[in-house]
């Protein structure tokens, strides 16, 4: 650091700066720890979020959290819930009337073919304290009560000016890229011009925080999720906090017929909540009341030279599903291992635009089946006009959107642009462009996911014994090129570095023959695949790199 005598603010460099420390933020200062990249972070706020909000951890960023070895803490912090399943549709919670939309996430288990990972119930209060100590144990340079007051970018890298709110101290920071996390009002996104397409606002509730001692007797042992509301004396939906005595009420508002925030007094909430849950007398104390707008908006771009959008500032959709949230921490993973290769000199600055060629469609994709959801759970507030939500109606529930999405287009090679970026069931067979497959391995007496092995650097997958060579091959090209590159065979012979149980085949997994290949991205989606044996496995692989990372 140092201080400019013209100015008088202090200069600071870093190669990535992160504007905005909620979970996409956190997030990606995590990842890009994992990663060795250096970066700092600015949040206005004094601190991580205090609203129990944003619960609804799905298990492809369950897996993405275990890569980065939070999953354990993530657990610890969301105890309080793991009994709570299911979402419950009512009238009142007085008697037994209503239905559950689904009682289980994962019932029978069945999710254990497809991930080492699971659902996860964390609220945003719970969780961001955890990414916060986590990211800063790696280095990570985190600073909240600063604001960012401006930024400027040119070809070689961003300036931004920042503010702690705390002393008025002013600060230029220097950064190779901008990464904006700095929620959908974005005013990095306005600076830039950069539009956004969707049908825009669909409806608004307020979020009423409350406690009770009374409404735990009355919801018994139907640990939910959530439970919508359905009497029109009084429809909203209901969470739990701690399941005892602290309690989340949305209440539909409507600004669009003059209705103020001010109207919803505490007298109000405490009524609506009692003729909500069928109680009369039931006792309410309301600790707090913030207002959310639930929308559909995709920014119509995700980059600006030097300058990334990520989560809400990319994308805002509903919160039925808790699609948002895991799409803008899955943006935040997908960013990572790009920008840590750009900076290492592994990768051309060309692969960044792959990010918004990637996540782009797939948050168009994902806010669309949002939307269908609010429809289909009768989200109270929202009066959709005939046919909205999006084409299609239930397409294959919600596991083929939070695990099964594609990337037809981008950092793959091979992949079939006419593919659905979210197909209509779960089928995860190696394609292009897909998360790769989950098979337990056999590791020196190691029991580890496929998954296990994607983080740091891409990894080719073959098949001990097998002709072609393409073990020798991905060395010599990993050191020809010098890109992080780990190659292992699998199965029983003395070359193997890793044998699969339970009688899986690995090949046949991953769509290849046993003289095919598999390479897999540090995000553990598949760049490219040989199905069978190559006359020239080291051109293959050098081929299929230099596409891949842009060294063109």
């Known amino acids: 650091m140092n201080r400019s005598e013209a100015t008088g603010e202090i200069g600071h460099r870093t190669p990535v700066l992160i504007v905005g420390g909620s979970l996409v933020g956190l997030s990606t200062s995590l990842f890009l720890g994992r990663l060795g990249v250096p970066h700092t972070l600015v ?14 951890n799905n298990v492809r960023t369950m897996e993405v959290f275990r890569a980065a070895g939070v999953r354990e803490r993530i657990h610890e912090a969301a105890k309080t819930l793991s009994a709570n399943n299911g979402i419950l549709q009512t009238p009142t919670l007085v008697g037994d009337a209503g239905e559950w939309l689904f009682r289980h996430i994962d019932p029978g288990g069945g999710l254990a073919r497809f991930s080492p990972a699971e659902w996860c119930l964390c609220s945003q209060n719970d969780l961001e304290p955890v990414l916060l100590q986590s990211a800063r144990e790696l280095g990570g ?72 001692r009374d409404l735990a007797a009355v919801v018994g042992d139907r640990r939910f999720i959530v439970c919508y509301l359905t009497s029109p004396e009084g429809d909203g939906a209901l969470l739990p906090v ?14 669009e017929l003059g209705e103020t925030l001010e109207e919803f007094t505490d007298e109000r909430c405490r009524e609506h909540i009692r003729r909500a849950v069928g109680v009369p007398d039931l006792h309410v104390e309301v600790t707090g009341r913030a207002p959310w707008h639930a929308a559909e908006r995709i920014a119509e ?29 899955q943006d935040a993973h997908n960013l990572a291992w790009k920008l840590a290769a750009v900076l290492g000199g592994w990768a051309g600055p060309g692969l960044l635009a792959s990010y918004d060629a990637e996540r782009r469609p797939v948050a168009e994709a994902t806010s669309a089946r949002a939307s269908s959801r609010s429809v289909e759970h009768s989200h109270p507030g929202y009066s959709p006009e005939p046919g909205a939500g999006g084409p299609g109606g239930r397409r294959g529930g919600i596991l083929n959107v939070a695990l099964g999405y594609r990337y037809p287009r981008g950092a793959v090679l091979g992949a079939d642009p006419a593919v659905p970026i979210v197909p209509d069931g779960l089928r995860l067979t190696g394609e292009a462009g897909s998360r790769a497959p989950h098979l337990w391995l056999d590791r020196a007496g190691e029991r580890i996911s496929t998954l296990d092995l994607y983080e740091r650097s891409f990894v080719l997958l073959s098949s001990a014994g097998a002709i072609g060579g393409w073990h020798t091959a991905a060395a010599r ?3 020809r090129l010098g ?42 989606f598949v760049a490219w695949r040989s199905e069978g044996t190559s006359e020239d496995p080291e051109s293959a692989v050098r081929a299929a790199l230099t596409a891949v990372l842009a060294l063109d």
Not at 43 to 56: K, Q
Not at 171 to 179: E, F, G, K, N, S
Not at 499 to 517: F, P, R
């Open 483 to 524: 890109v992080p590159l780990d190659s292992y065979r699998i199965g029983g012979g003395p070359d193997a570095e890793l044998s699969a149980v339970d009688g899986e085949d690995w090949a046949e997994a991953h769509g290849v023959t046993v003289n095919g290949a598999v390479l897999v991205r540090p995000d553990g």
């Open 43 to 56: 949040e206005r706020h004094a601190g991580t979020s205090i609203h129990p909000r944003g619960r609804g």
């Open 301 to 329: 771009r995700y980059a600006d030279g030097r300058v990334f959008l990520a989560g809400d500032s990319a994308h805002e959709m509903p919160p039925t599903g808790a699609f948002g949230s895991n799409t803008g921490i």
């Open 242 to 255: 701690d399941n005892a005595e602290r309690w989340v009420f949305h209440a539909p508002w409507h600004p």
């Open 477 to 479: 090209v990993a050191e």
């Open 141 to 212: 340079d985190l600073r909240y009560s600063t604001e960012l007051m401006s930024f400027e970018q040119d070809a070689e890298g961003v300036t931004a000016r920042v503010k702690s709110r705390e002393t008025g101290e002013h600060t230029t920071i220097r950064a190779d890229y901008l990464v904006a996390a700095d929620g959908p009002r974005s005013p990095i996104r306005e600076q830039l011009g950069i539009g956004q397409t969707g049908p825009g606002d669909l409806f608004h509730n307020v979020s009423i925080t409350f406690e009770s």
